[in-house]
Every structure is written in C-alpha cells, then in structure tokens.
C-alpha cells in the first residue's frame, strides 16, 4: 500500500508564495503522472498541474505563469511552487500518483491553502 504525505500548506497573504510538497511512503517503481489537485469549498475538485513520466507538464490556464510543478523520482516526491497567490487559490490542495508499478491510483490526504489579508 502507497501513501502519499503532503506538507507545505498553510495561510499566505496575496501576491505571496507557498511550496507544496508530496512524498510517496515507500518506493514507486513505475510512474505515469503526478499531479496537483484542489478543491475549493462548495466547487468541484480540479486539476492544477500534472506531470507526466516523460517529464511532460500541464497546467490549469488560471495558475499558468505562477504555479510549477516538479518531481524528484529518487525519492518519489513532486512538489508545487506557487508565486503570486490569488484569493480564488483557497482550497485543499491533493497530491496524486497514476503508478504503474505498483498498480494504482493514489492520493494524499490534503492540504489546506488559504489566501488571505
């Protein structure tokens, strides 16, 4: 069984930065995307950004130019840096593994993201 450990959530004021991390709990062999998700209260949860194993990425058009994502395969982390945080950037940030080896389709636990003054 694949856990997947987020950190680096928190409150950050406008304009300001937060980096999201997300860290398999033992080793993924095989992966075919790891990507970034939220869900804001009320709103349906949706797709920030996604990279895939050919190091491929895909960002929603609202994070383009602010948000990254990127990936350390020797220790099955990916990470989110976000810059220029908005208000609307407020959610429960989700981490997921599209893993082929072991099979599986895993999430984290969530981590809370607030914007505000």
């Known amino acids: 069984q694949v856990q997947l450990v987020e950190s680096g959530g928190g409150l950050v004021q406008p304009g300001g930065s937060l980096r999201l991390s997300c860290a398999a709990s033992?080793?993924?062999?095989?992966?075919?995307?790891m990507g970034w998700y939220r869900q804001a209260p009320g709103k349906q949860r949706e797709s920030v950004a996604i990279i895939t194993h050919s190091g491929g990425t895909n960002y929603a058009d609202s994070v383009k130019g602010r948000f990254t994502i990127s990936r350390d395969n020797a220790k099955n982390t990916v990470y989110l840096q976000m810059n220029s945080l908005e208000p609307e950037g407020t959610a429960v940030y989700y981490c997921?593994?599209?893993?082929?080896?072991?099979?599986?389709?895993?999430w984290g636990q969530g981590t809370q993201v607030t914007v505000s003054a």
């Open positions: 033992r080793s993924i062999f095989s992966i075919y995307a």
């Open positions: 997921n593994i599209q893993a082929i080896l072991p099979a599986g389709d895993y």
